[in-house]
Protein backbone atom coordinates (compact mmCIF):
# COMPACT_ATOMS: atom_id res chain seq x y z
CA UNK A 1 0.00 0.00 0.00
CA UNK A 2 1.29 3.37 -1.18
CA UNK A 3 1.39 6.32 0.96
CA UNK A 4 2.41 9.56 -0.66
CA UNK A 5 3.32 13.38 0.91
CA UNK A 6 4.16 16.33 -0.30
CA UNK A 7 7.74 17.27 -0.14
CA UNK A 8 9.03 20.87 0.07
CA UNK A 9 9.14 21.70 -3.29
CA UNK A 10 5.97 20.31 -3.59
CA UNK A 11 6.52 17.15 -5.78
CA UNK A 12 5.03 14.21 -4.70
CA UNK A 13 7.74 11.21 -2.58
CA UNK A 14 6.03 7.82 -2.43
CA UNK A 15 7.21 6.57 1.58
CA UNK A 16 5.56 2.93 0.99
CA UNK A 17 8.87 1.76 2.80
CA UNK A 18 12.54 1.62 1.04
CA UNK A 19 14.20 4.14 -0.74
CA UNK A 20 12.32 7.67 -1.46
CA UNK A 21 10.68 7.28 -5.30
CA UNK A 22 12.59 10.15 -6.54
CA UNK A 23 16.23 9.24 -7.38
CA UNK A 24 17.86 12.64 -6.61
CA UNK A 25 17.17 11.82 -2.72
CA UNK A 26 18.86 9.19 -0.81
CA UNK A 27 17.02 9.26 2.71
CA UNK A 28 15.80 5.66 2.85
CA UNK A 29 12.81 5.29 4.98
CA UNK A 30 12.21 1.69 6.61
CA UNK A 31 10.39 -1.45 5.15
CA UNK A 32 7.28 -2.42 7.26
CA UNK A 33 7.03 -5.62 8.06
CA UNK A 34 3.93 -7.27 5.93
CA UNK A 35 2.19 -8.18 9.29
CA UNK A 36 1.39 -4.45 9.58
CA UNK A 37 -2.00 -3.91 7.49
CA UNK A 38 -4.23 -1.28 8.56
CA UNK A 39 -2.84 2.05 7.81
CA UNK A 40 -3.09 3.47 10.86
CA UNK A 41 -0.77 0.69 12.49
CA UNK A 42 1.69 1.32 9.46
CA UNK A 43 1.54 5.01 10.26
CA UNK A 44 2.22 4.53 13.64
CA UNK A 45 5.33 2.10 12.78
CA UNK A 46 6.38 4.57 10.27
CA UNK A 47 6.58 7.08 12.85
CA UNK A 48 8.41 5.46 15.16
CA UNK A 49 11.42 3.59 12.61
CA UNK A 50 11.25 6.89 10.33
CA UNK A 51 14.64 7.31 11.28
CA UNK A 52 16.73 4.45 11.52
CA UNK A 53 18.53 5.05 8.29
CA UNK A 54 19.35 8.49 9.07
CA UNK A 55 23.32 9.20 9.96
CA UNK A 56 23.04 10.91 12.67
CA UNK A 57 27.37 11.59 12.56
CA UNK A 58 27.12 13.16 9.35
CA UNK A 59 27.02 16.66 9.46
CA UNK A 60 27.17 16.93 5.62
CA UNK A 61 23.46 16.23 5.56
CA UNK A 62 22.76 19.94 7.33
CA UNK A 63 23.98 20.90 3.61
CA UNK A 64 22.20 19.04 2.06
CA UNK A 65 18.41 20.33 2.55
CA UNK A 66 16.93 18.48 -0.46
CA UNK A 67 17.90 14.94 1.70
CA UNK A 68 17.26 16.02 5.85
CA UNK A 69 14.56 18.85 4.83
CA UNK A 70 12.93 16.93 2.28
CA UNK A 71 12.79 14.06 4.84
CA UNK A 72 11.98 16.08 7.79
CA UNK A 73 9.08 17.86 6.24
CA UNK A 74 7.29 14.64 5.36
CA UNK A 75 7.96 13.39 8.70
CA UNK A 76 5.67 16.17 9.85
CA UNK A 77 3.15 15.87 7.34
CA UNK A 78 3.35 11.74 9.02
CA UNK A 79 3.04 13.53 12.24
CA UNK A 80 -0.04 15.72 11.82
CA UNK A 81 -2.38 12.12 11.32
CA UNK A 82 -1.25 10.24 14.44
CA UNK A 83 -2.63 10.27 18.22
CA UNK A 84 -0.35 12.88 20.29
CA UNK A 85 0.95 9.85 22.15
CA UNK A 86 2.40 8.58 19.41
CA UNK A 87 3.88 11.92 18.00
CA UNK A 88 5.50 12.83 21.07
CA UNK A 89 7.01 9.20 21.03
CA UNK A 90 8.14 9.72 17.78
CA UNK A 91 9.77 13.32 18.38
CA UNK A 92 11.29 11.34 21.77
CA UNK A 93 12.98 8.87 19.45
CA UNK A 94 14.05 11.78 16.79
CA UNK A 95 15.68 13.70 19.25
CA UNK A 96 17.81 11.14 21.66
CA UNK A 97 19.21 9.61 18.08
CA UNK A 98 20.05 13.77 16.97
CA UNK A 99 21.57 14.18 20.78
CA UNK A 100 24.27 11.63 19.67
CA UNK A 101 25.54 14.43 17.55
CA UNK A 102 26.00 18.27 18.98
CA UNK A 103 25.71 19.74 15.40
CA UNK A 104 22.69 17.27 13.98
CA UNK A 105 21.14 17.77 17.09
CA UNK A 106 20.72 21.47 16.79
CA UNK A 107 20.30 21.04 13.40
CA UNK A 108 17.06 19.16 14.41
CA UNK A 109 15.65 21.56 16.87
CA UNK A 110 15.97 24.37 14.41
CA UNK A 111 14.25 22.21 12.04
CA UNK A 112 11.26 22.10 14.59
CA UNK A 113 11.28 25.92 14.98
CA UNK A 114 11.61 26.81 11.06
CA UNK A 115 8.65 24.55 10.02
CA UNK A 116 6.77 24.54 13.26
CA UNK A 117 6.70 27.86 14.27
CA UNK A 118 7.83 30.72 11.86
CA UNK A 119 4.11 32.24 10.54
CA UNK A 120 5.25 32.01 7.13
CA UNK A 121 5.94 28.24 7.23
CA UNK A 122 3.36 26.25 5.09
CA UNK A 123 3.68 23.62 7.76
CA UNK A 124 3.35 25.70 11.20
CA UNK A 125 0.93 23.53 13.47
CA UNK A 126 1.10 24.49 17.42
CA UNK A 127 -0.94 20.68 18.30
CA UNK A 128 2.51 19.70 16.92
CA UNK A 129 4.90 22.24 18.12
CA UNK A 130 3.95 21.97 22.08
CA UNK A 131 4.90 18.66 22.08
CA UNK A 132 8.18 19.22 20.82
CA UNK A 133 8.61 22.35 23.25
CA UNK A 134 7.95 19.93 25.88
CA UNK A 135 10.40 17.77 25.07
CA UNK A 136 13.28 20.33 24.23
CA UNK A 137 12.72 22.37 27.63
CA UNK A 138 13.88 19.43 29.61
CA UNK A 139 16.72 18.20 27.25
CA UNK A 140 20.34 18.08 28.89
CA UNK A 141 22.30 18.33 25.87
CA UNK A 142 20.46 21.55 23.83
CA UNK A 143 21.90 24.81 24.32
CA UNK A 144 21.00 27.64 26.73
CA UNK A 145 19.60 29.77 24.43
CA UNK A 146 17.50 26.86 22.74
CA UNK A 147 15.56 25.69 26.12
CA UNK A 148 15.29 29.66 27.05
CA UNK A 149 13.60 30.14 23.84
CA UNK A 150 11.75 26.92 24.10
CA UNK A 151 10.18 27.80 27.49
CA UNK A 152 9.58 31.29 25.95
CA UNK A 153 7.58 29.84 23.21
CA UNK A 154 5.82 27.03 25.15
CA UNK A 155 4.40 29.46 27.34
CA UNK A 156 2.77 31.86 24.86
CA UNK A 157 1.69 28.66 22.74
CA UNK A 158 -0.43 27.21 25.61
CA UNK A 159 -1.58 30.29 26.13
CA UNK A 160 -5.63 31.13 24.05
CA UNK A 161 -5.71 27.76 23.29
CA UNK A 162 -8.61 26.27 21.15
CA UNK A 163 -11.63 25.71 24.31
CA UNK A 164 -10.15 28.16 26.89
CA UNK A 165 -11.77 31.81 27.27
CA UNK A 166 -9.41 34.36 25.45
CA UNK A 167 -7.38 36.57 27.55
CA UNK A 168 -9.45 39.61 28.29
CA UNK A 169 -7.71 43.00 27.49
CA UNK A 170 -9.14 46.74 27.22
CA UNK A 171 -9.09 48.87 24.16
CA UNK A 172 -9.16 52.86 22.94
CA UNK A 173 -11.29 53.44 19.94
CA UNK A 174 -9.48 57.21 19.28
CA UNK A 175 -12.63 59.13 20.81
CA UNK A 176 -11.62 59.14 24.99
CA UNK A 177 -14.11 55.80 24.96
CA UNK A 178 -12.65 52.60 26.23
CA UNK A 179 -13.90 49.16 26.33
CA UNK A 180 -13.19 45.56 27.03
CA UNK A 181 -13.08 42.54 25.43
CA UNK A 182 -15.39 40.71 27.73
CA UNK A 183 -17.96 43.22 27.29
CA UNK A 184 -18.41 42.77 23.35
CA UNK A 185 -21.60 40.91 23.18
CA UNK A 186 -22.21 38.98 19.87
CA UNK A 187 -22.64 35.57 18.95
CA UNK A 188 -19.19 35.48 17.58
CA UNK A 189 -16.11 37.98 17.68
CA UNK A 190 -13.36 37.91 14.61
CA UNK A 191 -10.67 39.71 16.97
CA UNK A 192 -8.32 40.97 13.87
CA UNK A 193 -4.81 42.02 14.96
CA UNK A 194 -3.17 44.20 12.88
CA UNK A 195 -0.56 46.92 11.93
CA UNK A 196 -1.59 50.00 10.12
CA UNK A 197 1.34 50.65 8.20
CA UNK A 198 1.40 46.66 6.95
CA UNK A 199 0.45 46.44 3.30
CA UNK A 200 -0.65 42.35 4.36
CA UNK A 201 -3.03 43.70 7.02
CA UNK A 202 -4.46 46.66 4.86
CA UNK A 203 -5.41 43.85 2.25
CA UNK A 204 -6.72 41.36 4.61
CA UNK A 205 -9.03 44.37 5.74
CA UNK A 206 -10.20 45.29 2.07
CA UNK A 207 -10.91 41.14 1.99
CA UNK A 208 -12.88 41.22 4.96
CA UNK A 209 -14.86 43.96 4.30
CA UNK A 210 -15.73 42.57 0.60
CA UNK A 211 -17.04 39.21 2.53
CA UNK A 212 -20.52 39.06 3.08
CA UNK A 213 -19.94 38.21 6.88
CA UNK A 214 -18.37 41.72 7.66
CA UNK A 215 -22.12 42.52 8.03
CA UNK A 216 -23.95 39.66 9.78
CA UNK A 217 -25.16 41.40 12.91
CA UNK A 218 -24.72 37.82 14.43
CA UNK A 219 -20.59 38.85 14.41
CA UNK A 220 -18.43 41.22 15.68
CA UNK A 221 -15.29 42.30 14.14
CA UNK A 222 -12.98 43.89 16.21
CA UNK A 223 -10.07 45.31 14.33
CA UNK A 224 -7.36 45.47 17.05
CA UNK A 225 -3.42 47.58 17.34
CA UNK A 226 -1.87 45.86 19.90
CA UNK A 227 0.98 47.63 20.40
CA UNK A 228 2.07 51.20 21.58
CA UNK A 229 2.67 53.89 18.47
CA UNK A 230 -1.21 55.49 18.98
CA UNK A 231 -0.34 57.83 16.56
CA UNK A 232 0.60 55.74 13.38
CA UNK A 233 -2.84 54.16 14.50
CA UNK A 234 -4.64 57.41 14.72
CA UNK A 235 -3.83 58.36 11.20
CA UNK A 236 -5.17 55.14 9.64
CA UNK A 237 -8.00 54.80 12.24
CA UNK A 238 -10.55 56.01 9.72
CA UNK A 239 -9.84 52.78 7.10
CA UNK A 240 -12.26 50.29 8.32
CA UNK A 241 -16.35 50.15 8.22
CA UNK A 242 -18.10 52.06 10.83
CA UNK A 243 -19.51 49.20 11.82
CA UNK A 244 -16.29 47.40 13.27
CA UNK A 245 -14.37 48.00 16.21
CA UNK A 246 -11.55 49.79 15.62
CA UNK A 247 -9.08 50.38 18.59
CA UNK A 248 -5.53 50.16 19.67
CA UNK A 249 -4.00 48.43 23.01
CA UNK A 250 -3.52 51.21 25.69
CA UNK A 251 0.39 51.58 26.18
CA UNK A 252 0.65 48.24 23.91
CA UNK A 253 -0.80 45.68 26.84
CA UNK A 254 -1.21 43.15 24.14
CA UNK A 255 2.15 43.14 23.31
CA UNK A 256 3.73 44.13 26.55
CA UNK A 257 2.05 41.46 28.48
CA UNK A 258 1.99 38.87 26.38
CA UNK A 259 -1.52 37.96 26.31
CA UNK A 260 -1.45 36.90 22.64
CA UNK A 261 1.08 35.54 21.03
CA UNK A 262 1.25 38.10 18.30
CA UNK A 263 3.94 36.41 15.73
CA UNK A 264 3.15 38.00 12.93
CA UNK A 265 0.40 40.92 11.13
CA UNK A 266 -2.22 40.33 10.61
CA UNK A 267 -3.81 37.71 12.73
CA UNK A 268 -6.98 36.19 13.36
CA UNK A 269 -9.07 34.55 16.24
CA UNK A 270 -12.61 33.54 15.89
CA UNK A 271 -14.26 33.53 19.29
CA UNK A 272 -18.18 31.79 20.71
CA UNK A 273 -20.40 34.36 22.89
CA UNK A 274 -18.65 32.94 25.73
CA UNK A 275 -15.14 34.06 24.30
CA UNK A 276 -13.75 30.87 23.87
CA UNK A 277 -11.38 30.24 21.34
CA UNK A 278 -12.63 28.67 18.17
CA UNK A 279 -9.99 29.44 15.91
CA UNK A 280 -6.14 30.84 17.31
CA UNK A 281 -4.00 32.66 14.97
CA UNK A 282 -5.24 31.81 11.61
CA UNK A 283 -4.75 32.87 8.11
CA UNK A 284 -8.26 34.88 6.88
CA UNK A 285 -9.49 32.28 4.55
CA UNK A 286 -9.54 29.75 7.41
CA UNK A 287 -11.56 32.35 10.15
CA UNK A 288 -14.05 33.56 6.92
CA UNK A 289 -14.44 29.61 5.84
CA UNK A 290 -15.51 28.77 9.41
CA UNK A 291 -17.66 32.16 10.20
CA UNK A 292 -19.23 31.44 6.27
CA UNK A 293 -20.66 27.94 7.59
CA UNK A 294 -21.52 29.15 11.43
CA UNK A 295 -23.41 32.37 10.39
Not at 10 to 28: I, Y
Not at 190 to 218: G, I
Not at 233 to 256: L, Q
Request: glycine share 6%; charged share 25%; net charge negative.
Amino acid sequence: MAAFMTCCGGRPVSVTGGRVADSTVTFRLPDIPNAINGPAERSIYLSEHYWDYFDFQDTSLIHKPDISEQAFANYILLLDNLPAATVKESMEILIKRASQNWDIQNFIIDLFGKYLYEPNSPYRNEDLYIPFLEILVKLPSARTEDVMTGEFRLKMALKNRPGSVAADFSYGDGSGRTGRLSEVESEYVLLFFYDPNCENCREASRMLADSPVSSCRRLKIMAIYPDDDVEAWKEKMNDFPGHWINGYSPEGEVVRKNLYDVKAMPSFYVLNRDKKVVLKDVALEYALAYLDSAL
